[in-house]
């Protein structure tokens, strides 16, 4: 955790002095990872809020540093042999760091594309099998397109993602984003 800390902390300080512009977004899960994750003992059942928040830090080349915290919330019911099952609300909480490559920027949009590594927390609130520990692990991100327009002015626009994870619980996210 330390040398993740340091490196992000590097990033960012190396950043301040070709600082580009930097964006703010918030945005909302569409789908929910009850397609992907499911076998036989296994099932999502529900997703009741998946949310995102964004920092993205770009410089003069084209390349960013994006920052991301997500939460999810779910239920989860796992199958046992002797036919019983359990249902389970968890709590989930990703961090991920990781570079963007802006491939189109001009004062109405912005497309971009890059990865993004970092830890995800687990907790069951109700009904868990692991009995309501905490577990944590790590994750990946690949941003496969990233749209950030700005219909009004070049502060406040709308944003959209698509993503490949193992972090967020969703495939799609939109929502809104200020860039400064």
Do not use: W
Request: proline share 2%; with cysteine; glycine share 8%.
């Amino acid at each position: 955790m330390k040398r993740f800390s340091l490196l992000v902390l590097l990033s960012i300080s190396i950043g301040l002095y070709s600082q580009k512009k930097q964006q703010i977004s918030l945005g909302s899960g569409l789908n929910n990872v009850q397609n992907r994750l499911q076998s036989v003992d296994y099932q999502v059942v529900s997703t009741n809020c998946i949310l995102a928040l964004n920092y993205n830090y770009s410089f003069r080349n084209n390349i960013g540093l994006r920052g991301t915290v997500a939460f999810a919330s779910f239920e989860e019911r796992y199958f046992f042999y002797t036919g019983d099952d359990v249902s389970a609300v968890i709590n989930a909480l990703a961090i991920n760091i990781g570079p963007m490559y802006h491939f189109l920027i001009n004062k109405k949009l912005d497309l971009s594309s890059g990865f993004s590594l970092g830890r995800k927390f687990r907790r069951g609130v109700s009904g868990d099998p692991y009995h309501g520990l905490p577990t944590s692990f790590y994750v990946y991100s690949i941003n496969l397109i990233n749209v950030k327009y700005y219909p009004f002015n070049e502060k406040i626009g709308f944003f959209g993602e698509v993503i490949i994870d193992e972090a967020y619980h969703s495939n799609y996210f939109l929502g809104l984003a200020y860039q400064f």
